[in-house]
């Protein structure tokens, strides 16, 4: 069993402050994490690994600081890291980042087979979701997005069948090996390395491929060249002004408060009325 | 099959990257493990760097450490509830290259330290917790990880973990610390940009002011306040006798809002943005309150041996040169092929006491216990000396001659003329 796992380094947007004269995102000293969506993608590989053994590699497409995030994904488990980087590729958009990182896999594979390419939901900087789909496009895998479990992988039939959240649900969807999965949050809980491997991540010889080496032989296809995406302009929106409603009530008796709240709370969402009243019978 | 190292540190501070960085740049195999996510994540510190003890171990630390200011001005103020007494000194000599002293964001300096340890050839493993030592009888033989397969080995371990370290604590090399021997400190950045900051405080670019704060703000509790400007932003804090805490039911926070809200301090931090807030424990036990520091296969450094110099605020220094005389008493006894024993080892405590380090913590032995049983230096003489401040003046039809008659009497009124002779003695006693 092969796993890909594409992660991203992102700025932690939890402490992003916007620019308030420029109105850019100021990035100087807020610190560089992995996307968090990208750690769910992460441990489903490497439980897939505990699993059916095999080989999990990560792959990221970034400046040489990234080299970090590889070294986190190493120690909390993974096998292999690659950091594509090369000047090239500055200023891609999802069209270019998704032609590198499929240039890439196909270097990959060409020295042991993937089964697997696991991509997060999303990152918390672009949020575009586009390019797992992107790289699943360009290498022909079948796409499974915002995946929330895999239910069975059938080696000796090539198929994989995994539960998928859809709007208003959960899909069984099954389908042929090797395909791409979108990961989708709150599915699973990051594992805590050993100390083993701390010290392989520590001293790990990192691979860093540039452009010819991910197999890109046309430089228009990467970085800017490649990026038809145009930024038009960034703003920071107004916060907008939420207001508390405060609800008058006529005595200070908690049940009457709480029938007071509960009447405001179903005429402005029946569902929930009607789903009480259907668990209460 | 376990590892085993040379020499392992515990703990990423100043004390322990001192420490690591000396031990690898003298050829030992090193391995140093911090708990926190990233070499600095953890720290907290208001924060002046002192140059010296940096420069004895990193000379050209200057070109590429993240420093933010160098101060060119120092501010002393007590304060009363609405007004302050200060004295300022600022000296053009203090813009005279090398800089003595400079404001610093610990999460971006520890971070750089680190940095050079690791290219001194040290091992730095992160988000690793040393829950414990590992002992041969009395011999420290390693240390127990958080994590899966976590016993590494090896001939010496430094502890450099900080305020109240639990591994001399539960190897029962040093006893509970004491709640009248720490401080307790709060702070927070507030942000704000770099022309406002200069502007407010009359500095140029690269310039810094501090302002070191005494009086009602500690409402009567031992204790200080600071305000340091960095590049883009100004750190402020206060910290009181954890002990005094414990009595007066304030909370630090509380303390702090207050202190936010004094009409002197408020226009300074006025429309910034507040980014950070922490709490840490700051070890002023003093000379008296430092515990046994070395023994069979272990040393001790930094705020873990109470090497702080509470008065001055001086500590990430302090931690800096015990965690390089750490190393270089190592370093010497592997030279020379010698045990890590006791004995060995003691060496590195006579090398502190004929430093500043623990001259300095002898000079003020007394300071602590006087300050800690005399509030008046924290309550009645602010208000007192801010009262007479305001009586001299005020112009007000009063003649100058009854003023000074006014003031006499409103410090024997509240000290009586003994009181204050022997507040005069104390005062002279703890800086003796
Ligand atoms: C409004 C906007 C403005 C932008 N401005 C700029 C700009 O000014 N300069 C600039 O250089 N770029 C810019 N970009 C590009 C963007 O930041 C990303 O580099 C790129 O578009 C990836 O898209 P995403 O972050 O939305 O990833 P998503 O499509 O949301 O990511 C999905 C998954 O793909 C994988 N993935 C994504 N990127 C990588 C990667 N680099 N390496 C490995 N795996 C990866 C991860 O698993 C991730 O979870 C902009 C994008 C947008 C939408
Ligand atoms: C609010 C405040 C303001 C201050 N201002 C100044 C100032 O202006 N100038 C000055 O010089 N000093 C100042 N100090 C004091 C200074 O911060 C300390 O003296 C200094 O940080 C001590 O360094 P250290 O390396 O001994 O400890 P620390 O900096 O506390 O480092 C200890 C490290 O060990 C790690 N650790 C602890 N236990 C373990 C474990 N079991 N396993 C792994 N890792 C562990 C911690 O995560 C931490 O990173 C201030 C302190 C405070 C609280």
């Known amino acids: 069993m092969h796993s890909v796992v594409c992660i991203k380094q992102v700025p932690d947007s939890a402490q992003i402050r916007v620019h308030p004269v420029t109105n850019t995102i100021m990035r100087q000293g807020v610190p560089a994490i992995i996307n968090p969506y990208d750690l769910f993608a992460l441990e489903q590989a490497l439980r897939l690994k505990d699993r059916f053994g095999g080989t999990v590699t990560v792959v990221t497409m970034g400046p040489p600081q990234a080299e970090v995030a590889l070294r986190k994904a190493l120690s909390f488990g993974a096998d292999e890291a690659i950091l594509v980087s090369d000047r090239a590729f500055a200023g891609a958009d999802t069209l270019a980042t998704s032609c590198a990182l499929a240039s890439t896999i196909r270097q990959i594979r060409k020295n042991m087979p993937v089964d697997i390419v696991f991509t997060g939901k999303q990152t918390i900087d672009g949020d575009t979701a586009q390019v797992g789909p992107g790289i699943a496009r360009r290498l022909d895998l079948q796409l499974l997005t915002y995946v929330s479990r895999i239910l069975e992988v059938d080696h000796g039939a090539r198929q994989i069948r995994v539960e998928r959240r859809a709007e208003g649900g959960v899909q069984v969807l099954r389908t042929a090996l090797p395909c791409l999965i979108t990961m989708l949050e709150g599915t699973n809980e990051m594992r805590f390395g050993t100390m083993a491997d701390m010290f392989r991540a520590a001293r790990a010889e990192l691979k860093v491929w540039d452009r010819l080496a991910a197999g890109i032989e046309d430089p228009s296809l990467v970085g800017l060249k490649g990026s038809p995406t145009v930024v038009g302009k960034v703003f920071a929106p107004k916060p907008r002004a939420l207001r508390a409603e405060m609800i008058e009530t006529a005595t200070q008796e908690p049940k009457d408060l709480a029938v007071t709240l509960l009447a405001k709370l179903f005429t402005q969402h029946p569902r929930i009325e009607r789903e009480l009243a259907r668990r209460a019978v | 099959m376990a590892e085993k190292f040379d020499a392992i540190v515990v703990g990423a501070g100043p004390a322990g990257n001192a420490a690591a960085y000396t031990l690898a740049k003298g050829g030992l195999k090193v391995l140093q493990l911090e708990r926190g996510e990233y070499p600095g994540s953890k720290n907290v510190q208001g924060a002046i760097l002192y140059s010296d003890a940096l420069e004895r171990i990193i000379a ?373």
């Open chain 2, 60 to 432: 050209n630390f200057r070109d590429d450490a993240p420093l933010e200011r160098h101060l060119i001005e120092q501010r002393v103020w007590i304060l009363d509830d609405e007004s302050y007494v200060g004295t300022t000194y600022r000296s053009a000599q203090f813009n005279q290259p090398p800089y003595n002293r400079y404001t610093i964001i610990r999460a971006h300096f520890d971070k750089w330290f680190s940095s050079r340890v690791q290219q001194a050839g040290a091992l730095v493993i992160c988000e690793t917790t040393v829950n414990e030592l590992l002992l041969d009888g009395k011999r420290v033989v390693g240390v127990r990880t958080d994590r899966q397969g976590g016993d590494i080995y090896a001939d010496v371990v430094i502890l450099a973990d900080g305020v109240n370290s639990l591994l001399a604590r539960k190897a029962g090399f040093h006893p509970e610390i004491k709640s009248k021997d720490v401080a307790l400190a709060v702070k927070e950045i507030h942000f704000l940009p770099q022309e406002t900051i200069e502007s407010r405080f009359n500095i140029g670019e690269d310039e810094g002011v501090v302002i070191e704060m005494a009086g009602k703000i500690s409402q009567g509790m031992m204790g200080t306040g600071f305000l340091y400007t960095n590049k883009e932003s100004i750190t402020l804090g206060i910290g009181c006798m954890l002990s005094d805490f414990k009595c007066q039911r304030t909370t630090p926070y509380a303390l702090l809002e207050k202190m936010k809200a004094h009409p002197a301090i408020r226009p300074l931090i006025e429309g910034g943005e507040m980014k950070e807030y922490a709490a840490h424990l700051i070890p002023e036990g003093g000379y008296d309150a430092v515990p046994p520091i070395y023994g069979e296969g272990w040393l001790i450094a930094g705020d873990a041996g109470m090497f702080v110099n509470g008065l001055h605020r001086e500590g990430s220094n302090l931690a800096m040169t015990t965690g390089q005389t750490a190393a270089r008493t190592v370093l010497d006894l592997a030279a020379a092929g010698k045990p890590f024993s006791a004995k060995n080892l003691a060496r590195y405590r006579e090398r502190l006491d004929d430093s500043f380090v623990m001259k300095d913590l002898k000079k003020y032995r007394r300071a602590p216990e006087i300050f800690h049983d005399n509030s008046q230096f924290f309550t009645t003489y602010p208000e007192l000396l801010n009262r007479a401040a305001h009586t001299l003046i005020r112009v007000d039809g009063v003649d100058k001659k009854t003023k000074e008659r006014e003031i006499r009497r409103n410090f024997v009124a509240r000290r009586s003329a003994w009181g204050l002779i022997g507040d005069a003695f104390k005062m002279w006693r703890a800086f003796e």
